[in-house]
């Protein structure tokens, strides 16, 4: 977990670091339900969809950075799952 709190302009967000520079942002949540420094696994709910931030309607707005390049955050659902060290 890199942050999860409220932002003005992106309103409830969580930033994921998933290592190797890989970092993946919800935004707009109504609901945080992660903190800072919690570890998140498959299946953890971090949040709930919503309005918050500067925005004119709910909705999740996700995101990915690559080594701070921004890629489609669906093209990763096309990788193959490995496990985090010592996650087993």
């Given at each position: 977990?890199?942050?999860?709190?409220?932002?003005?302009?992106?309103?409830?967000?969580?930033?994921?670091?998933?290592?190797?520079?890989?970092?993946t942002q919800y935004m707009h949540l109504s609901r945080?339900?992660?903190?800072?420094?919690?570890?998140?696994?498959?299946?953890?709910?971090?949040?709930?969809?919503?309005?918050?931030?500067?925005?004119?309607?709910?909705?999740?707005?996700?995101?990915?950075?690559?080594?701070?390049?921004?890629?489609?955050?669906?093209?990763?659902?096309?990788?193959?799952?490995?496990?985090?060290?010592?996650?087993?």
């Amino acid at each position: 977990m890199a942050l999860a709190g409220d932002l003005y302009f992106s309103g409830g967000t969580v930033l994921l670091d998933h290592g190797g520079g890989l970092f993946t942002q919800y935004m707009h949540l109504s609901r945080v339900d992660v903190k800072d420094g919690d570890v998140v696994t498959k299946g953890t709910v971090v949040g709930l969809a919503g309005a918050t931030g500067r925005v004119t309607g709910p909705h999740l707005h996700w995101g990915a950075r690559w080594n701070g390049a921004r890629v489609n955050p669906e093209a990763l659902l096309a990788l193959p799952a490995r496990p985090a060290p010592g996650l087993h």
